[in-house]
């Protein structure tokens, strides 16, 4: 059963420590509920490799965190430390692979939905690794849609760019105080996602045409890890035929890291604004 701990002086009002059981393996995560006695929908936030759950949730400016803003709107947030991260890490100190990854999490989740109203279902909403599994995740289940950002299907084989420029881009895309409070965010990537992290673009390919939700790529305006010119992102859109809604974006004053800079506020609102879409769509059908 899930267990939801009382709020740390880091954690704005509301938010919540959260861990879930996924089959025998603890997930931690943030857990942020609006006022409305029933959520309008319930965003399942997955981070990228090296980070953790509290990247949905920056502190160095109000405007920066997606828990904050989405409940504002009325959503539920439940940001999850990926397996391999926060409370599975004694049980999996290795990580898992993406294909494991998405079967615990979808045990994970399981727990969750016994204990917690999700309003009109859930979405998914993966940054970089997180965008891989948000992505595995859509190929089954009945997951309302779908947003990724840090996370393309080719490489940037570009090899002169530092890491620090692929991870952060330009550092005054930041508010003061980022890096400071980064930690909280800031975890090991475990070996097994690295691994993986290989394949993607064969994984992808195979993957593709099972999505069958409506979903949508965001791409920071300074993405030095992925390809975003025009023919990549159309070879994209194409191995996404089966997808109902598909959407391909561009953030602007943004670097890999969106949810923690200054233009978090704005791909957040995109994001909730796509999944109003989908909900639209829903009803309509």
Same mark, same amino acid.
């Given at each position: 059963m899930s267990s939801v701990e009382a709020s740390a002086a880091v954690l704005s009002p509301g938010v919540h420590r959260i861990t879930l059981d996924a089959a025998g393996i603890p997930i931690s995560g943030l857990l942020s509920t609006p006022a409305l006695a029933l959520p309008r929908a319930t965003i399942v936030a997955l981070h990228g490799a090296g980070m953790s759950a509290a990247y949905f949730h920056g502190r160095a400016h109000p405007d920066v965190s997606l828990l904050s803003t989405a409940t504002r709107l009325g959503y539920a947030v439940l940001a #999850?430390?990926?397996p391999g991260y926060g409370a599975s890490v004694d049980a999996l100190p290795d990580g898992q692979s993406l294909t494991d990854q998405a079967d615990t999490v979808r045990a @994970? #989740?399981?727990d969750f939905t016994t204990d917690n109203e999700t309003g009109a279902g859930m979405f998914l909403l993966g940054h970089s690794f997180g965008g891989k599994l948000a992505l595995t995740l859509a190929t089954e289940g009945e997951?309302?849609?779908v947003d990724v950002s840090g996370c393309g299907h080719l490489y940037n084989e570009d090899t002169e760019t530092k890491m620090?420029?692929?991870n952060w881009g330009d550092l005054q895309l930041y508010p003061p105080g980022t890096f400071a409070r980064a930690g909280a965010a800031v975890d090991s990537t475990p070996i097994l996602e690295l691994v993986d992290a290989a394949s993607w673009p064969q994984t992808f390919a195979e993957l593709a045409d099972? !999505?069958?939700i409506p979903v949508r790529f965001s791409f920071a305006e300074q993405e030095k890890w992925w390809r975003t010119d025009d023919v990549a992102l159309a070879?994209? @859109?194409? #191995?996404l035929a089966s997808a109902p809604r598909r959407g391909l974006t561009r953030v602007p004053q943004a670097g890999?890291? !969106?949810?923690?800079?200054? @233009? @978090?506020?704005?791909y957040h609102t995109s994001a909730l604004a796509f999944f109003e879409t989908c909900l639209l769509d829903r009803a309509a059908a």
């Open positions: #999850l430390d990926r @994970a #989740l399981a997951f309302r849609g620090w420029q692929r099972r !999505i069958r070879d994209l @859109a194409a #191995l890999h890291n !969106i949810s923690l800079g200054w @233009a @978090a506020r704005a």
